[in-house]
């Protein structure tokens, strides 16, 4: 199949008309889509980049927890939410494109299609400060 | 493959003078293979009239839903083989995570909506849910997959042989896309449609009216002509016709569309009772 589900394209469609940062994964965690609020973050424009890995996209980040000490990628909501299939939130810092650390909330919950099909998961970061 | 369309207008029957070329009657289309198997695409009032020519038949017939809005099953409770004591009946549609399909027709087909109900039908009924994978009815080789409609609704890919149609009458693949068409794999029904011999596709709306009505489910002209040219169809019949719409309007929009440019495609009209052959 060479086309994406039909649920993966709405929920794409929507994050393009939403102004927070959204990312898209399939089921084996390779970031699908992220929409413009979320090209800020990466440092990189959807269009330039493509389809990434986990491994790719999330080393991007390097998240750091309150204590200081980084956030191993299984900790993060959007791994949480397709391994354990249910919804995960945490705050955290990064270091976004600019250099500049801030502190974000992510919550991430998962994509089940008509089906019970297991389409991947949807990630949303809130800045905090 | 032999396909012939029973009802071409969308949302509401519109019979009168003025809509008697392109019809009045809702979404219908018959497939009928080379060994004579008979598929029904949709069940608006265009079937009723597909349902007297059957008077008599024998042979299965396969109906295949694209979903329930009412345009689209409510020639069902008049379609005279259901009537038909012994006569096998096959009737396809979307799966919901809610109700299976028998429950959600029922709630038309029942009391006081409709006064017969589904099991009172004497013909021999199975009701399924179209499977996400490809699947065979009758030597015809069928694909059905979600598409961009408000409520579960697919499309359908039906093949014989080399051949294939693609039936969208619902469907709008450029909701919530800033420049349609965008790339092929995030774009919805593409892979339904590509390559397809014969496209019958959802063109409900003027540019002016679809910017009034965006996420309704439906398509402008020039969005159904930009998705069969992404898709690369070899025919384009436009479907599913507003019912304020009449005759003269919808040639006027053939007639400007041809004007407009070089279309990669041969451009139908979609007439009620027009047959193609493909």
């Given at each position: 199949?060479?086309?994406?589900?039909?649920?993966?394209?709405?929920?794409?469609?929507?994050?393009?008309?939403?102004?927070?940062?959204?990312?898209?994964?399939?089921?084996?965690?390779?970031?699908?889509?992220?929409?413009?609020?979320?090209?800020?973050?990466?440092?990189?424009?959807?269009?330039?980049?493509?389809?990434?890995?986990?491994?790719?996209?999330?080393?991007?980040?390097?998240?750091?927890?309150?204590?200081?000490?980084?956030?191993?990628?299984?900790?993060?909501?959007?791994?949480?939410?397709?391994?354990?299939?249910?919804?995960?939130?945490?705050?955290?810092?990064?270091?976004?494109?600019?250099?500049?650390?801030?502190?974000?909330?992510?919550t991430a919950f998962p994509l089940e299609g008509q089906?019970?099909?297991?389409?991947?998961?949807?990630?949303?970061?809130?800045?905090?400060? | 493959?032999?396909?012939?369309?029973?009802?071409?207008?969308?949302?509401?029957?519109?019979?009168?003078?003025?809509?008697?070329?392109?019809?009045?009657?809702?979404?219908?289309?018959?497939?009928?293979?080379?060994?004579?198997?008979?598929?029904?695409?949709?069940?608006?009032?265009?079937?009723?009239?597909?349902?007297?020519?059957?008077?008599?038949?024998?042979?299965?017939?396969?109906?295949?839903?694209?979903?329930?809005?009412?345009?689209?099953?409510?020639?069902?409770?008049?379609?005279?083989?259901?009537?038909?004591?012994?006569?096998?009946?096959?009737?396809?549609?979307?799966?919901?995570?809610?109700?299976?399909?028998?429950?959600?027709?029922?709630?038309?087909?029942?009391?006081?909506?409709?006064?017969?109900?589904?099991?009172?039908?004497?013909?021999?009924?199975?009701?399924?849910?179209?499977?996400?994978?490809?699947?065979?009815?009758?030597?015809?080789?069928?694909?059905?997959?979600?598409?961009?409609?408000?409520?579960?609704?697919?499309?359908?890919?039906?093949?014989?042989?080399?051949?294939?149609?693609?039936?969208?009458?619902?469907?709008?693949?450029?909701?919530?896309?800033?420049?349609?068409?965008?790339?092929?794999?995030?774009?919805?029904?593409?892979?339904?449609?590509?390559?397809?011999?014969?496209?019958?596709?959802?063109?409900?709306?003027?540019?002016?009216?679809?910017?009034?009505?965006?996420?309704?489910?439906?398509?402008?002209?020039?969005?159904?002509?930009?998705?069969?040219?992404?898709?690369?169809?070899?025919?384009?019949?436009?479907?599913?016709?507003?019912?304020?719409?009449?005759?003269?309007?919808?040639?006027?929009?053939?007639?400007?569309?041809?004007?407009?440019?070089?279309?990669?495609?041969?451009?139908?009209?979609?007439?009620?009772?027009?047959?193609?052959?493909?």
């Open positions: 199949m060479f086309q994406k589900a039909i649920e993966l394209i709405l929920t794409r469609q929507l994050a393009s008309s939403l102004a927070m940062p959204i990312f898209l994964v399939d089921p084996s965690g390779s970031l699908l889509f992220y929409n413009e609020a979320a090209e800020q973050l990466l440092g990189s424009r959807y269009d330039e980049t493509g389809e990434m890995s986990m491994r790719q996209w999330s080393s991007r980040f390097a998240p750091i927890a309150e204590d200081g000490s980084p956030v191993p990628a299984e900790a993060l909501p959007l791994s949480i939410a397709l391994q354990k299939q249910r919804a995960a939130h945490l705050a955290f810092w990064i270091r976004g494109a600019d250099g500049v650390a801030k502190k974000v909330a992510a089906g019970g099909r297991q389409l991947g998961a949807v990630g949303i970061f809130w800045e905090e400060s | 493959m032999r396909i012939t369309l029973w009802g071409t207008r969308g949302s509401l029957a519109a019979p009168g003078p003025e809509t008697i070329r392109y019809g009045g009657n809702t979404s219908c289309v018959e497939v009928r293979s080379k060994k004579n198997a008979l598929l029904v695409l949709d069940a608006g009032t265009g079937i009723q009239r597909l349902g007297v020519r059957e008077r008599g038949g024998a042979g299965r017939i396969d109906l295949f839903l694209t979903h329930l809005h009412m345009d689209h099953i409510q020639g069902l409770g008049f379609f005279e083989p259901l009537y038909q004591p012994g006569r096998e009946i096959h009737i396809w549609g979307p799966p919901s995570p809610t109700l299976d399909l028998r429950s959600r027709l029922a709630r038309y087909l029942s009391p006081p909506l409709f006064p017969v109900g589904l099991r009172d039908l004497p013909c021999r009924l199975a009701l399924h849910n179209v499977p996400p994978e490809r699947f065979e009815v009758a030597g015809l080789e069928i694909k059905a997959d979600l598409v961009c409609h408000p409520g579960p609704t697919v499309g359908y890919r039906i093949s014989e042989g080399s051949r294939s149609m693609a039936y969208l009458p619902d469907h709008e693949p450029a909701l919530g896309m800033c420049d349609f068409p965008g790339p092929a794999e995030w774009t919805s029904g593409f892979d339904l449609a590509a390559g397809a011999d014969l496209l019958i596709h959802d063109a409900q709306y003027t540019v002016e009216e679809y910017d009034e009505r965006i996420g309704w489910g439906h398509s402008a002209m020039p969005d159904a002509l930009a998705f069969a040219t992404l898709t690369g169809v070899g025919r384009l019949v436009p479907f599913h016709h507003d019912p304020t719409h009449d005759d003269a309007m919808l040639d006027r929009v053939d007639s400007a569309t041809r004007a407009a440019r070089q279309l990669p495609f041969e451009l139908l009209a979609g007439t009620e009772g027009s047959i193609f052959d493909i």
